[in-house]
């Protein structure tokens, strides 16, 4: 079965430090998204990515990078970690087309603490 | 700027009564997804409502929206505590496929 997976999905790191958290998926979709959920402000797009070698930023993207080489992953990269980027992350993917099925899916969700 | 609206944020109810979480939205969009989240999971797709006047049902659940009045709703029919969860709703932004989330309702189902 088609699926989507994060790694690792618990990280302690220390503030300054580089993280990348892994996100892969298999339905072969072309768009994918990272998202990080914080109490009292829902979910907040960080980065997107329409296809292979397309990134863009999302509302909140300051301090995040992610790369796109192929069609299955979308790491997202914490240049130097910062206390305020204790959270959440969720990456989805999904696919074009606007049809009924359309919709985006959901990883398991990579929990983080910068100390 | 899109901005989502959800209200209630907090809904405690008792088991067997109705309820409606309201959506809001600021800019045009026919494009409205539900999402249900438990206690330290994932999201789950609920609903896709892709056009002015969509209504669709699962269970006890059922979403609408109106598209005109920038408006979804989620309708509760005869609660159970299995329906205990925050439930999401995301607008696609202009077509774009990027979604923004209102910030929750987080609802609870008392026996």
């Known amino acids: 079965d088609a699926e989507i997976t994060q790694s690792p999905r618990h990280k302690i790191t220390e503030t300054g430090r580089q993280v990348t958290l892994a996100c892969h998926q298999t339905w072969n979709h072309n768009n994918m998204f990272w998202y990080r959920q914080d109490l009292g402000h829902g979910l907040r797009l960080i980065h997107y990515s329409y296809g292979v070698q397309d990134t863009n930023k999302g509302e909140v993207s300051d301090g995040y990078s992610v790369s796109r080489s192929n069609t299955e992953d979308l790491p997202l990269t914490l240049e130097s970690a910062a206390s305020s980027q204790t959270s959440v992350y969720f990456c989805a993917s999904s696919e074009s087309g606007g049809t009924d099925q359309e919709t985006q899916y959901f990883g398991p969700g990579t929990r983080l603490l910068v100390l | 700027e899109l901005k989502v609206e959800q209200n209630p944020l907090f809904l405690s109810m008792q088991e067997g009564k109705n309820y409606t979480i309201y959506c809001n939205y600021s800019?045009?969009?026919?494009?409205l997804y539900w999402y249900r989240q438990d206690p330290g999971k994932s999201l789950e797709s609920l609903f896709v409502?892709?056009?002015?006047?969509a209504v669709k049902q699962e269970g006890r659940l059922m979403a609408s929206l109106d598209t005109k009045a920038r408006l979804s709703t989620l309708h509760i029919t005869a609660a159970v505590h299995d329906l205990s969860a925050t439930y999401f709703c995301?607008?696609?932004?202009?077509?774009?496929?990027?979604?923004?989330f209102g910030k929750g309702t987080k609802l609870t189902v008392n026996p």
């Open positions: 995301a607008v696609d932004e202009g077509g774009s496929e990027k979604l923004v």
């Open positions: 409502l892709l056009s002015n006047g």
């Open positions: 800019t045009t969009s026919d494009r």
